[in-house]
């Protein structure tokens, strides 16, 4: 059978370094760190726990020419109230659509087995995985925590009977074009404190935060609830990506009511690791980290009954203002889903710009 389900070492090793091969000569691609991939493909991540996950490769003449993990998440099976499936880490090679249109069928053949009617994607799982198809601007490399997609990946899946159910803006803000008095204002009659995340009290303000996200992101189509103790060791984890400064939380009256996730834009770096993640290439991460001059703003999450109050411009603000204090050049402002008016305006407001945009496919089993 040219479509094979990764069951050994050997098989996982060949999956993963298979996106290199995909990617050869693209200036553009930023590699995932194959160590991360390996313990998400192995149930090893911290999210695991509520995910199964099975990982496929197409291949001719022991030449692996597509790939492709699919995934159950349970927590959003549970919170979304249907049985959905995710796909990701998808790659292929060029002018091979048929050997994706099998991979894919055989992919979806162990989902339908296991009563999930419905796929979408790209998600790794998760979403703190990556998620969303790079739909434009082939000739840049996204910004951190996004990754590139070959121009025809999206032809490959549209053929295979997917299609392009949410649309996701990312935006591009120019730093120079704002002032510290002007942002400082926003914050201000904003009648929000807004205070950076305390390493020393880590663990409460991860689960202050993900309770936030929890009800502000609840039924989006990409997100799955997270459970407070898994999401403090997700970002403790991650806390050598994280400057205090750039994770914020906003409290009215001294009640947290939002908070908001930007990180440097890692994904020059990223590129220059080529997936690993040996001391020396730590170090080089280390280094490298130093001359970062751009920004993203990932997550903005505000509390339901605090929505359109002024807490996530009061956030958003502090977030630029502490990047224009590094000297950043730019932050990018994603992703927004385009039906999303009130988050659009928000990114407009601090004059945004539409800079690329990435997709949510989906397919009926």
């Known amino acids: 059978m040219p479509v094979k389900e990764v069951k050994t070492p050997d098989d996982l090793k060949r999956f993963i370094k298979f996106e290199a091969a995909a990617n050869r000569n693209n200036d553009f691609w930023v590699p995932n760190l194959e160590r991360d991939v390996a313990e998400i493909l192995t149930g090893r991540a911290i999210y695991s726990s509520s995910i199964k996950q099975r990982s496929f490769f197409y291949e001719r003449d022991s ?36 050997s994706v249109r099998l991979l894919l069928e055989g992919a979806g053949q162990w989902l339908d087995k296991r009563n999930i009617k419905t796929l979408i994607g790209p998600i790794n799982g998760d979403i703190q995985y990556g998620f969303a198809l790079q739909a434009d601007n082939y000739q840049r490399s996204p910004a951190f925590p996004y990754f590139y997609s070959q121009p025809y990946y999206l032809d490959y899946f549209e053929e295979a009977g997917f299609v392009k159910q949410y649309s996701e803006l990312c935006y591009k803000i120019d730093l120079l074009q704002l002032s510290n008095s002007f942002l400082e204002e926003e914050i201000k009659k904003s009648g929000i404190n807004v205070r950076p995340v305390s390493f020393n009290n880590f663990a409460e303000d991860c689960r202050l935060m993900t309770d936030i996200s929890n009800e502000a992101f609840k039924g989006k189509w990409y997100f799955a609830p997270y459970d407070l103790e898994e999401s403090v060791k997700f970002w403790t984890k991650a806390k050598p990506l994280i400057k205090p400064s750039f994770f914020l939380i906003g409290e009215k009256k001294g009640s947290p009511v939002g908070c908001l996730l930007s990180f440097p834009d890692y994904n020059p770096v990223l590129k220059a690791m080529k997936g690993k993640s040996s001391p020396v290439h730590l170090a080089m991460f280390l280094w490298r980290k130093r001359a970062i001059r751009q920004g993203t ?47 659009r305006k928000l990114a407009e407001f601090f004059g945004g710009k539409i800079a690329g945009k990435f997709l949510g496919l ?3 089993i």
């Open 297 to 343: 703003v990932f997550v903005v999450a505000v509390l339901p009954g605090y929505q359109g109050k002024g807490v996530g411009r009061a956030l958003v603000a502090a977030a630029l203002l502490a990047m224009r204090k590094q000297n950043y050049r730019y932050c990018f402002y994603q992703t927004v889903t385009a039906a999303n008016l009130p988050s």
């Open 362 to 364: 989906q397919k009926e």
């Open 63 to 98: 030449r692996i020419l597509a790939r492709v993990a699919v995934f159950i998440n349970q927590r959003y099976i549970d919170s979304h109230k249907k049985r959905v499936g995710f796909f990701g880490y998808f790659e292929a090679l060029p002018k091979e659509r048929e």
